[in-house]
């Protein structure tokens, strides 16, 4: 593979472990609202509950599908990490190539 293909690549990748991060980083938000919201369920009175819900104010997460989701993304994230440095070290192995030898 040409060095800009391996580039093109690792940029690629980048971006796709930036998304599982995001995804992890919103993941952990969620199971924090929840358990937020978790307590402060059992401080308001049913009139304040039912308005909150109304209005489409608590978060309504599924603490265990976040939990996979969580486990899920950073299997994920930790596989393209792996990928990424099999491509660094692609990358710097083609730079290496390409450099011209030194005099000495």
């Known amino acids: 593979m040409a060095r800009i293909e391996l580039e093109l ?5 980048s971006r ?4 599982l991060r995001d995804d992890v ?8 609202w929840a358990r937020f919201e978790a307590g402060a369920r059992d401080r308001l009175n ?36 792996k990928l990424q440095s099999l491509v660094e070290e692609a990358l710097t192995a083609a730079i290496d190539a390409s450099s011209p030898p030194s005099s000495s």
């Open 16 to 19: 796709h472990a930036e998304r």
């Open 46 to 81: 049913a009139r304040d509950l039912q308005l909150l819900e109304a209005i489409g104010v608590w978060a309504g997460v599924d603490e265990q599908a976040e939990q996979r989701l969580l486990q899920r993304r950073l299997r994920q994230l930790a596989a393209v990490e």
């Open 25 to 32: 980083d919103g993941a952990r938000m969620r199971l924090v």
């Open 9 to 13: 690549y690792a940029d690629r990748l």
